[in-house]
């Protein structure tokens, strides 16, 4: 970008009197008690340029700039069309180098002192190179870049000098005769090099035989002897996986790898042990649009700030504005759409939402005559107002209207710190009045295996009869009485038990609705703190069973609704169905992380949420086409 690094001295020197605890180090690091967060650079998905994303625990990411790329479309250059991208400081601290290579083996370095200026790439002669990294060598005082040679596959270094003439020139770059750092007479793909805590070096390295996992070497120095590896690792069973990238996460034993998954084409972390001889808890990297081959790099305060504020400032030009979503302000979740036959409108009851740790306490209504423009009715009702509980968490309500006696009751089933109670009005704005003085439902008179929330209520308008559903890690239902606040007694039962989430993809925020015939079981999978956060299904034939045609339900494996990191849309679930009357339109009305704020807080982004609505499609066969989230 504009300007040049204000470097004023070699960059690399054979004598420079250094701490030999950062001697040891191949890419300087901060003390852990200094790190505040993580960057990830990678290739963009918007036409190969380097991208950034930042992230506070070093698994929940957020992209700068949206996820386009760091330089603009003036600086751009030759720096496109990369198969890596690779950032560390410079050994003396003082700045940081970038260095990306060309899907051609090109090797291009560049030089910066904040992370948002940086010099002119220049290429210092080198080719062939696969995903080329430097590292500094303290036996030697000078850094080595060290890559996998596309040709022959062995692991090469060379001596790496960048030097300026003056403080404002550009820089000099020139590399040494290659040596050979690894030859195993095995093809290599990709090489990541790191230094221990006791100053010893590891290699992990890809092997160009179609196995699907890597290789381990170990060496006293760098430069050392580094004997070959007697057998492979994989990290994710068959799955091809290459081009990893290791970081020290803080107040994290071992190691954290970043990795591209080819099977199941996306990237991935993983942690190991501190000697890096075993992998485990593997999972998605998250918050990030067409995250791909890259490097990581711990952050202190004010580094992270400044990052962040940068992307803040350039975002605007980045970001596509809100259209249609979310339908009203303000923080709120987990909602539920009611079509009142009373009033012919429609409403919405979300969780009041941006309380830290979901500490909320009131629930609000919202009314609308077209699904369009909504008004906010206010409180209708608030767990400070009862006489049991704790008073707050108050969480994902359902509600039913029943016509009786002539006019209508409007049942309001909410979460009340982990248990379900009801309370009833005769307008669905209410005011609403707690029935019973205690819960419904609690974990302990039930023996539940696990908390009471996440009420849905759903009228089966073949039997007339009245359902509710709940639960987090498991499902079951039961048959409420006619007076609506006491379950009839044998028929509470499990639909997914917890040995089963698995298999079912299921965690939370379930409901119920029928078409055609056919019962719609729909659900939240992953947790509301995920950025991956959406919603699953199933057909079955009863509202009281997950059976289709007399063999037990299948999973669809379409996913209704999901992020679209493309939008900056994350944690799209916990929803409710709606069809618009008189009509067989229908629409989904679901939360999703505060746009685009929510995913730059990490997990906190899971009470920061808004609520949206889009249309809900059917094909042919009764199954659900995937909806795009819209803005």
Known sequence: MKGHSPFSAVLIAASLLISSAIQAQGNTTLPEDNIHGYLY??????????????SPDGVHFHDLLCGDSIFSSNDKGEKGNLSFVYVCRTHEDDGYMLLTTDSDGCVFLQLSHDLISWTEARNPGLQDACNARVVWDSASGSYVLYYAEKEHGNVLCRRLSIKYSSADSAPAVSLSDSEVLADWDIAILDAELEFLDDGSCVLLAKVDDGSAGFVRASSASLMGTWEKPAVGFSVEGDDQCNV???????????????????AKGGYRLCQSDETMDRFFAPKNIEGIYGPDAGSFLALNEEEYERLQAWSDAEE?????????????????ADPEVLYSIQTGKYYIYPTTDGAFGWHSYDFHCFSSEDLVNWKDEGVILDLRDLDWGDREYAWAPCIIEKPVFGGFKYYFYFVHHGTIGVAVADRPEGPFKDVLGKALLTQEEIHAPN????????????????????????LWMAELAPDMISIVPGTMHELIPRSKIGEYHYLEGSYVFERNGLYYFMWSENITRSSYYRVRYLISDSPTELVRNGQPAKVEETIVIQQDPSKQIFGTGHHSVIRKHGTDEWYIVYHRFNRPGGVKLGLSGGYNREVCIDRLEFNEDGTIKPVIPSL
């Open 41 to 54: 650079a990678h290739r963009s998905a918007h036409g190969g340029w380097p991208a950034f994303a930042t």
């Open 451 to 474: 908390q009471i929330i996440d009420p849905d209520v759903f009228r089966d308008r073949v039997s007339g009869k009245y359902y509710l559903y709940w639960g987090n890690s498991y």
């Open 316 to 332: 605007p030009d980045h970001l596509a504005p809100n259209v249609k979503n979310p339908v009203f302000p303000g923080l709120h």
């Open 244 to 262: 990893i990238s290791a970081f020290k996460v803080r107040d994290q034993k071992g190691w954290s790898f970043g990795y591209v998954n080819n």
